[in-house]
């Protein structure tokens, strides 16, 4: 198994250049969930009520205990008190800092990406054109070589030569490594400590419930961690498997969800699916207009237990339950957005603002 080819700088920290400030989270604080309201960003917690007054520019969810802010131009992470934690020197890659995944997050520095640790520390210099977030301690990342994966240290684990690579779930993952001989892309899944897996396809997903939806001669089935197929290619579209449910589709213009024999258990009967979370899944469904789907909630039934038309005040699009809330937004009356929460029975734990 080659490895990832390095920049003559490789091993040798960049200087470090982060102002790291207290960390006064409080450890029994719950989930967070960031709010607008009179034009700043601040977080509530589950029940609504604001923990973190508004006072940032632009704000994004908490991961590993920070979250990225802006504030009066100034890129950062705060802790679950609101307290800036965390200002680094190096330029956010992406319009806002990125997340901390596996203790590491992306920033722009010396003209590449590298990866900073919680304290500030450069510890993945930044020699990188391109790189993804890090899951189970690797990840996909391009330099001057070519493209593999990274582990933490910055070294390369697997590659170079692959085009693209999914984040790695349960140990395996889904490589795309070039051309089939119809001319399409050609797809492989790779073992973290056992190397390339028998197989390949036209694409591949990531691994859910013990399997992985893969594509053959345009349509999709999927294959278990080992690439053994389990359920035979038969379907239009297919997703990630969630407490034994996955969206499906058997043409293009409707969806449903198949069980782990694929066996069509909720009919096709949504414009769009996707996967379960918390207990529900998020699906648009046709109104009055078809060109604008609604946004809804099932549950395993395929009951409809939440439609966003029928809400007070309505919604048009949602997110997927995340800690017991799902954002949903609707128009706002300026041209802009209005967003909002709702909890698992389909209330306002933040209402809808602009």
Known sequence: MTTLGRSPWVGLFATVLAVVLPVGADPTVGPLFPVHKDGKWGYIDRTGRIVVEPKFDNAERFS?????????????????TGAMALVPREKPAGAVHRPFRDGLAAVHAEGGIGFLDRTGKLIIPARFSSAEDFSEGLAFACDRVGCGYIDRMGHGALGPGFLGGAPFRGGVAAVWVGKSDMGGKRYVLYDRKRGRLTGDWESAGTLSDGLIAVRTQGRWGYVDREGRGVIRPQFAGAGEFAGGLAPVSEQAWTCGYADSAGKLLIPARFRNCYSFYEGL???EILGPDPKRPQAAFIDRTGRVVIEGAAATPPFETAEDFIDGLAAVEAPGTSGGTRR?????????VWPLTE
Not at 64 to 80: L, Q, S
């Open 281 to 283: 899944a998020r699906v």
């Open 64 to 80: 590993e205990g920070f979250a990225a802010v802006v504030a009066d131009g100034r890129h950062g992470y705060i802790d679950k």
């Open 340 to 348: 909002g929460y709702i909890d698992i029975d389909g209330h306002y």
